[in-house]
């Protein structure tokens, strides 16, 4: 690259940071501001698209089809993610014709595009000559074409040939003003998620060098004294390997940074080729898997790089985590749409969902019809926590291939519209109502704003804990929703912050930050001046267990906290899951067996709960310190049903002046631009938190399973 052009890249990155800056602080609870980028302009809020695969269907359809589409008012359509055969028969042989008479007919129904670079789905002919830019497992097994994202897409021979087609589909669209933004690659995430190909390796050692620059540092580190591992020579590393069990944490941890960091590179040279050729008004984002699912993904390290996280979510997924009904499986997982769609918010402020499941999907254990209702309340979640727009998988069911069994908007004949086909006109019309009513200028109310809360995030902790449970039944996911769900039933507006962001006490009086196993001293600083500003601050089990490289501290257990939370902490203990024991906190009983930290409060310390059996007995569960008007409460429990931490987590938040609702698991209120949205995933009827001078402008106040009430105060 030349250097005029680096130094006018920089300062457009420059450029871009700070309009991110100036913008991210407002935006949690979306309120429009002069400053933000106008990709989705108030006047056609919450636009509502459909992918479509022109190159699936008879070319005599594509008209039909995308005039059928703008009919039912979709405003947008997606292509091309999967296209790159299509696009690039042959090495360097080029055919858009078909995609450019796709995007003019787009134009003439007067829809916008969504443009997608290919990269997940190489072509044969490049698997063919490459077959080293395929990933390979930790089995050994190297992926096969005939799949979707089977290269690495930071090989460095796979690599040149993604610059290329991204130049060249930026060049020809990048100031199309039908496109209205770039989506990069599809869910992204190599294949096998951690590559163990011989490219990958030489990357991992070169990525060890630059981190360590010498081996007895990297030695350090790992503890590779621990198992006769110490290496002499960068060169000599493998990529650590756990097929086995047994695997060096340390390592393993530095596997996880270096595939995360592998991924979000390879977003960034997406981003900055789209960058430097395509008009300012057109977006840049991808579409993030739900990541519950890749904890090798880290939508933070991708902050700086694209314009918004977008992200995709299927409700009925039964890889989700269940809400306890008997229509559970109809209704989906309100909380894990509500979890993804507050992460991917919070990377540069705001979002939209990318895929959002329209019917029956093909890839669960089993595939559930949705309740009746149920596919347009998922409309109306993604509206109430603020995204800024939703498009569906898919517009047409395919009639062969991989999904065979997905639904789409339309049935299988192309011209009938499907059930939750029907539910998607049926929502999109009520947006027509919601964008005359809609008020630019309303402000969130006090009672929103006093519960803002801040989740500290941590992917180094994440990975930790996936590497070293300690026992098998700490799963690190429930473990963040047992309080990620006990906020959303207080009606708690969620950003997920990092070690990055200010810990701003006026911004966000709480924060959360459950088992943050890995710290160091400055992080303890910090929280202790958040606290001493007035926050109100709550850790849980595990929390400062390690050091950055997940050593245990030659201190006693979980020291550094110690003087934070006022207590010292002897012990943890676990339980077969067979063994309830109880807890006891404000005369109410909870059972608990995962996990059990046993300390000892110091005099001016609270003890809130005690374990009730167990040869401690007496001794303190959760303990919270007071410093001037903040405090900070410490859970070394976690009970089986999340309630003991739904009653200490109200209990902190009502001391602290702030006004809570008193929502039942999986029936969710948010706030967005002047409306209050009510959804229900429970399996009973909930009457709405209305207050005395609500107008109701969608549904009833008693709020049916799948139903929605929208309402403004
Ligand atoms: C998504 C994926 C789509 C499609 C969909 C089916 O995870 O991004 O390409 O496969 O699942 O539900």
Redesign the pocket.
Same mark, same amino acid.
């Given at each position: 690259m030349k250097l005029t052009n680096i130094v006018f890249f920089a300062f457009v990155l420059m450029l871009f940071s700070c309009k991110q800056d100036q913008s991210s602080l407002e935006r949690k609870i979306p309120n429009r501001t002069a400053t933000e980028p106008d990709f989705f302009p108030d006047s056609s809020l919450f636009p509502i698209g459909a992918?479509y695969y022109p190159e699936h269907w008879n070319r005599s359809q594509w008209e039909r089809d995308i005039k059928r589409m703008a009919e039912l008012g979709f405003e947008f359509t997606h292509y091309a993610?999967?296209a790159w055969s299509a696009i690039e028969p042959n090495d360097g042989q080029y055919n858009f014709g078909w995609l450019d008479t796709c995007v003019d007919l787009a134009a003439k129904y007067g829809i916008k595009v969504v443009m997608c670079t290919p990269s997940?789905c190489p072509p044969a002919w490049l698997s063919a000559k490459f077959p080293e830019a395929l990933t390979k497992n930790e089995a050994g097994y190297t992926s096969q074409h005939g799949t979707?994202l089977h290269a690495n897409g930071m090989n460095d021979k796979y690599r040149p040939f993604v610059e290329r087609i991204v130049k060249k589909m930026a060049e020809r669209y990048g100031n199309n003003p039908t496109i209205m933004g770039w989506q990069i690659d599809?869910?992204p995430h190599f294949a096998t998620i951690k590559d163990y190909s011989d490219n990958a390796q030489v990357r991992f050692r070169i990525w060890l060098k630059n981190k360590y620059s010498t081996i007895s540092a990297l030695n350090n580190a790992w503890g590779a004294a621990f198992w006769s591992m110490i290496y002499n020579d960068f060169n000599q590393i493998s990529i650590p390997n756990n097929k086995e069990g047994g695997g060096n944490p340390h390592a393993m941890l530095d596997f996880d940074r270096f595939t995360a960091q592998e991924l979000a590179a390879f977003l960034r040279y997406q981003a900055a080729i789209l960058k430097q050729n395509i008009s300012e008004k057109q977006f840049v984002t991808t579409?993030f898997? $739900?990541y519950k699912f890749l904890a090798n993904t880290d939508l933070f390290l991708n902050r700086n790089d694209l314009d918004f996280a977008s992200h995709?979510m299927?409700l009925l997924?039964t890889y989700l985590n269940y809400p306890q009904g008997e229509q559970s499986h109809r209704l989906g997982s309100g909380m894990e749409l509500s979890f993804s769609a507050e992460m991917a918010q919070s990377i540069t402020g705001y979002t939209g969902i990318?895929?959002l499941?329209p019917g029956q999907?093909?890839?669960g254990a089993y595939n559930s019809q949705p309740m009746p209702g149920a596919v347009r309340m998922w409309l109306w979640h993604c509206f109430g926590l603020g995204d800024d727009f939703v498009c569906t $998988?898919?517009f047409r069911q395919p009639i062969f291939g991989?999904?065979l069994y997905?639904n789409g908007i339309m049935e299988t004949d192309g011209i009938t519209l499907q059930r939750g086909g029907r539910e998607y006109v049926e929502t999109i019309n009520e947006m027509k109502k919601v964008r005359q009513l809609y008020d630019k200028n309303a402000k969130i109310p006090a009672s929103v704003s006093s519960r803002n809360t801040a989740f500290l995030w941590s992917q180094d902790n994440l990975n930790d804990l996936i590497n070293n449970p300690h026992t098998t039944e700490w799963n690190p996911w429930q473990h963040y929703y047992t309080y990620y769900q006990n906020l959303k039933s207080m009606g708690v507006p969620v950003t997920f912050i990092t070690e990055t962001d200010s810990f701003d006490v006026k911004r966000f009086p709480f924060m959360v930050a459950p088992s943050y196993q890995l710290l160091d001293a400055n992080l303890v600083a910090r929280w202790q001046k958040y606290v001493e500003q007035g926050g109100h601050l709550i850790l849980s089990a595990r929390t400062g267990q390690k050091d950055r490289n997940g050593h245990l501290w030659e201190s006693l257990l979980q020291q550094p906290i110690w003087s934070l939370i006022g207590a010292k902490m002897e012990y943890n203990d676990q339980l077969p899951s067979s063994v309830s024991a109880t807890i006891t906190m404000n005369g109410k009983d909870y059972t608990w067996h995962t996990w059990g930290e046993v300390m000892t409060a110091d005099s001016a310390t609270e003890v809130l709960a005690t374990y009730k059996d167990q040869f401690y007995a007496g001794r303190p569960a959760i303990v919270r310190r007071r410093i001037g008007s903040g405090d900070v409460s410490y859970s070394g429990a976690w009970s089986n049903d999340w309630d003991m931490e739904k009653d200490f987590m109200r209990n902190v938040y009502k001391d602290a002046g702030a006004e809570i609702l008193d929502l039942p698991n999986y029936f969710f209120v948010e706030w967005r631009d002047g409306f209050y949205v009510a959804v229900n995933y429970t399996s009973n009827p909930v009457n709405a938190p209305l207050s005395s001078n609500a107008k109701i402008i969608f549904g009833e106040k008693l709020v049916h399973p799948s139903s929605v009430c929208v309402w403004s105060e």
């Open positions: 992918y993610e999967f997940p979707r599809n869910e579409n898997a $739900y995709t299927y997924s990318m895929e499941q999907i093909n890839w $998988y898919r991989g999904e997905h």
